[in-house]
């Protein structure tokens, strides 16, 4: 297998959930993809440094992010104003060309004998109302993003504090669901938004997720039928930082975070008539050789793993290869505010990669299977692990939230679970749950049948602080 094998890579990036998840978009096993605004260079280590600032909310760290990119944005203001100069000008010579062709067609019509009527010229199509490029978005519908893509066809990012919002809002319109969009999403590709006003054709869904969800939410969010939206996610959950006292020693916007976001963002990805234009990132022949060590691994490990967690394991290979070509971009990114060099090195490290070399991979490969992949695992266990687990689960937190220190089979199977099993399928959950270690069943012997309790184990009502406590749960 030689350098150029493999197939055409997408670009885009992004970062899927919490502190510091990166993720690039679509591209298959033997190129990779680059990311035009691949936001999180050097992400953890900001993200730490605010952590520690603010101690524990997720909300400032998340602001460190959008202060630079609402700081490249302000930055383009020139360049906007006259993108919208342009539009205005084609608006205006649209309106002039339709008044022009409907006085020609009239005349041609009212013509003795009549005349055949001009086509419309495409001068004479209104380009609609100007939409105003955007690095991210916070809060918008499925229609605002898909006109958002029309003029930012390299993608973008989708920021929002909390992630469950986003999820509670997929149904909001009848008869149809938001899902199928953030589903393709994943993969990069053509996608078609239906709206009564009008249809947007979107061929590269090109966007990025970042947020954050309370423990207790996570698993609402990912309910309903089965369609793998958890699996498309990387989770981290870090431990609550220890105390440190308040400081004035970190700038609102790191210099070094800021200049390598920016060169990301212009990155050239558009040709002269304003087209996305895919281009290949080819892997090393070192690269190719450790992301097969990995997908060898992958193959071993995910036929002991069932239900969520390998639903989860087995999209590694592409998470990997993604991880692995945003690390090169982001070494290259933060390389170029470094001290400039004279002659052929300095030209050599402004060049964009066109490799990914060997290091990348390892340490994506790291990342993943020491960072990514246990968090994930917690995450997975606040869903559910399967619907076995989901339903055991759904008791533990019914229990937790009506602080139950003793429950009934048919208070379990009537308020936890909304008689969603028979009672010998109930009976078989709060076995298992005994068998775990959250309950102790009792039997007070009566004159006539026995009184079953279930008794609940404390600790559950302790709650989980870490992805290590909540792998426990």
């Not at 955007?134 to 229609?143: C, F, K, Q, S």
């Not at 070509?325 to 990114?333: K, R, S, V």
Request: charged letters at 30%; hydrophobic letters at 40%.
């Amino acid at each position: 297998m030689d350098q150029k094998s493999g197939a055409r890579g997408r670009r885009d990036a992004g970062i899927y959930c919490r502190a510091a998840a990166w993720r690039v978009l679509e591209s298959d096993r033997n190129s990779t993809a680059r990311s035009p605004i691949a936001l999180l260079v050097r992400t953890y280590d900001a993200l730490d440094v605010h952590r520690r600032r603010f101690r524990r909310s997720q909300t400032p760290a998340l602001r460190v992010i959008l202060r630079a990119l609402d700081l490249i944005e302000s930055s383009n203001a020139a360049a906007i104003s006259k993108a919208r100069l342009a539009h205005e000008t084609r608006a205006q010579k649209s309106k002039e060309a339709i008044r022009k062709w409907k006085e020609e067609r009239q005349a041609a019509l009212n013509a003795e004998p009549p005349k055949e009527a001009p086509p419309m010229p495409a001068e004479a199509i209104d380009p609609g109302d100007f939409v105003y490029p955007r690095l991210y978005a916070t809060d918008p519908t499925i229609e605002r993003l898909a006109s958002l893509l029309e003029v930012r066809p390299r993608g973008m990012a989708l920021i929002r504090d909390e992630l469950s919002g986003l999820f509670a809002n997929m149904g909001r319109y009848n008869g149809g669901s938001d899902r199928p969009f953030w589903l393709e999403s994943w993969n990069g590709g053509r996608h078609v938004v239906e709206r009564v006003s009008r249809s947007i054709v979107v061929d590269h869904l090109l966007i990025g997720v970042v947020g954050g969800f309370q423990p207790d939410k996570i698993a609402r969010a990912f309910t309903g039928d089965e369609d793998g939206m958890y699996g498309r996610f990387l989770y981290s959950w870090p431990s609550p930082p220890d105390y440190r006292p308040l400081t004035n020693d970190v700038s609102e916007v790191e210099p070094e975070f800021q200049s390598a976001l920016n060169a990301l963002v212009r990155l050239p990805s558009e040709n002269t008539d304003g087209q996305f234009v895919p281009q290949d990132i080819w892997l090393s022949q070192g690269t190719i050789k450790r992301f097969e060590d990995f997908r060898q691994f992958v193959d071993k490990v995910k036929r002991g793993l069932d239900g969520r967690e390998r639903h989860w394991f087995v999209k590694g290979e592409t998470q990997v290869l993604r991880l692995a070509g945003t690390l090169a971009y982001m070494a290259w990114a933060i390389s170029l505010g470094e001290s400039a060099l004279d002659g052929l090195e300095g030209i050599t490290r402004a060049l964009e990669p066109k490799t990914i070399e060997e290091p990348f991979m390892i340490a994506a490969v790291q990342l993943w299977r020491e960072y990514f992949w246990p968090h994930a695992r917690a995450a997975l266990r606040q869903i559910g692990l399967s619907e076995r687990h989901a339903n055991a689960r759904r008791v533990l937190r019914w229990i937790r939230a009506h602080s139950k220190h003793e429950i009934s089979l048919k208070d379990v199977r009537r308020d936890a679970l909304s008689q969603s099993l028979d009672a010998d399928q109930t009976e078989v959950l709060l076995h298992g749950l005994v068998k775990a270690g959250w309950l102790r069943e009792t039997t007070t012997p009566t004159a006539g049948r026995h009184i079953r309790r279930w008794q609940v184990n404390p600790m559950l009502f302790t709650n989980a602080e870490s992805a290590e406590s909540a792998q426990r749960t």
